[in-house]
């Protein structure tokens, strides 16, 4: 494993300072009984408080649902004024998207996720010719009077310096000005084809024979699919044509994810604010049971949970299922809310499981019978929950990537006010790749996860270039680049890490650091 010398110095966003918001953090919102109680102050029962408390109840609730009655009103999310519009902020400024969305050259299904919320971060990051992109969009309709304040701001990778450079060189070096003809988003077509020919082979012998062995077989063919053709059609990376995208991220459904909540909860949480303990979907989500970060309470059982964590991987798919589920039924992630999800969309989740469910369980079991049915599902199921575990959560959980080692740039990044950190320094800093082309092949890039994080939108096969571009770029800035020689390798420090932070003490928030949001809605 390699690394650079740290140092803290990395450039400021400028964008301008928001006044703070009447608001309780995210975690306070998704995971509320179980993260509070080292965010929130505990409350006593009003008739504890003082005398006659129980008299002044029907009051103080009466002033609670008036506040919260005029903050609905006020709200962008509620109030009828705006919600005639599919609206968005970008640096500052809101948009009307209602006439440009079904005009999107990649597709409605990836400027939905722009809806009802700040796209800065993500509009930047996908777009590999900024300046052009933004005229586009400052043809649109202006919504004057908008309340842009009540919208949770968006990272500007944009006022990245590091991230500037880094994207002139990759299309200097790279696509030699050839991305402007989406030179970027090709190229993964045919190891594309010899997934799914894998994925189609897997999927007849397990119908022909269905069984531990071939459950097994198919259950790394569906983990194949989700690391890479579904992964980067989601993204809008596998091919210049929206409808090819689209299809590809599908199967994300057909091996019993969702194309949508991935989207949500990949793109608009993980993605834009990655190792953020409250905006991360991926960090704060196993908790309890999991402990990924020590600005997280420690439990008793965390000390043990580099131990157990292996018997819970082959369960990760069965939780995908039900989080799918209850994140339908509720229009939201654990991480954030599907503003802009259509009908269409959503009935995706519901055909998509259907189809799921006949491959993997009721025809073998109409075929071969109940118990070698369920013997082959449980195969698929734990078999992709370990591989995927295994190859995408090593590279945010390791020590390089998280904010437990005190005076480290990982940690001082995470550390520094909301508004003042560099959005491609932080994507650096909170990633760790490992391996070399074989693993990007593999993995759909995903193993030279730094890259991946800088550009989602460009296709894998191109990371193994960019990379070295990156990590050219860091050493001239003594930035840590934090690059495993193998799977194994980063696999045994993510084991190391887990142990680690499951006995570290419960690091303290520092004030400015999280981004709130509003009570009404996440971000």
């Not at 887990?498 to 981004?515: F, H």
Request: charge should be positive.
């Amino acid at each position: 494993m390699s690394t650079r010398c740290i140092s803290t110095k990395v450039s400021a966003n400028t964008r301008p300072a928001r006044p703070s918001l009447p608001a309780r953090s995210l975690l306070q919102q998704v995971q509320r009984s179980a993260v509070t109680p080292f965010l929130a102050v505990s409350r006593q029962p009003h008739a504890q408080r003082r005398p006659h408390a129980s008299a002044c109840r029907a009051v103080l609730t009466a002033e609670r649902h008036a506040e919260r009655s005029e903050a609905a009103l006020l709200s962008p999310w509620s109030n009828p004024k705006w919600l005639q519009y599919k609206w968005t902020v970008y640096r500052g400024v809101a948009y009307d998207l209602t006439s440009f969305i079904d005009r999107h050259p990649a597709g409605n299904w990836l400027i939905n996720l722009a809806i009802g919320r700040d796209c800065t971060a993500l509009f930047e990051s996908y777009h590999l010719r900024p300046r052009v992109a933004s005229e586009q969009l400052k043809r649109l309709p202006v919504l004057q009077d908008f309340p842009v304040d009540a919208i949770p701001s968006s990272p500007y990778p944009n006022d990245s310096d590091l991230y500037n450079t880094i994207r002139e060189r990759v299309r200097r070096e790279v696509f030699k000005g050839q991305d402007a003809k989406g030179a970027h988003r090709t190229g993964s077509e045919g190891a594309a084809l010899a997934i799914l020919g894998y994925a189609t082979v897997a999927c007849a012998a397990y119908l022909y024979d269905t069984g531990l062995v071939t459950g097994a077989l198919l259950g790394l063919a569906g983990a194949w699919i989700g690391l890479t053709v579904q992964h980067c059609g989601n993204h809008g990376a596998m091919s210049t044509s929206p409808a090819v995208n689209k299809a590809m991220g599908l199967t994300d459904d057909l091996i019993g994810g969702s194309s949508l909540m991935w989207r949500y909860h990949h793109q608009v949480s993980h993605h834009i604010h990655c190792n953020d303990l409250e905006l991360d979907e991926d960090v704060f989500s196993a908790f309890p049971f999991l402990r990924f970060d020590a600005r997280m309470p420690r439990r008793w059982f965390h000390k043990y949970q580099h131990l157990y964590m292996w018997a819970t991987f082959p369960l990760l798919q069965l939780v995908f299922q039900l989080g799918d589920w209850q994140g339908l039924a509720e229009n939201q992630t654990k991480g954030t809310t599907l503003h802009g999800a259509n009908n269409f969309e959503k009935a995706t989740v519901v055909a998509g499981k259907l189809i799921h469910y006949s491959i993997i369980a009721v025809l073998p079991a109409l075929l071969h019978g109940l118990p070698a049915a369920a013997l082959g599902t449980a195969a698929y199921m734990a078999t992709q929950g370990v591989v995927l575990a295994a190859t995408f959560a090593v590279s945010h959980n390791v020590e390089e990537a998280k904010p437990i080692a005190a005076g480290s740039a990982t940690t001082s990044s995470l550390q520094r006010p909301y508004a003042d950190r560099d959005w491609g320094v932080q994507q650096v800093l909170t990633s760790a790749n490992w391996g070399g082309r074989i693993g990007n092949f593999f993995t759909g890039g995903l193993n030279l996860q730094i890259e991946h994080h800088l550009f989602p939108a460009i296709s894998f096969v191109h990371y193994p270039a960019i990379a070295r571009i990156v990590r050219d770029e860091c050493e001239k800035r003594d930035i840590p680049y934090a690059h495993y020689d193998t799977l194994p390798s980063i696999v045994g420090r993510f084991s190391r890490y887990m142990q680690q932070v499951g006995v570290a003490d419960q690091m303290p928030m520092q004030d400015g650091s999280l981004l709130e949001t509003t009570t009404m809605q996440r971000v």
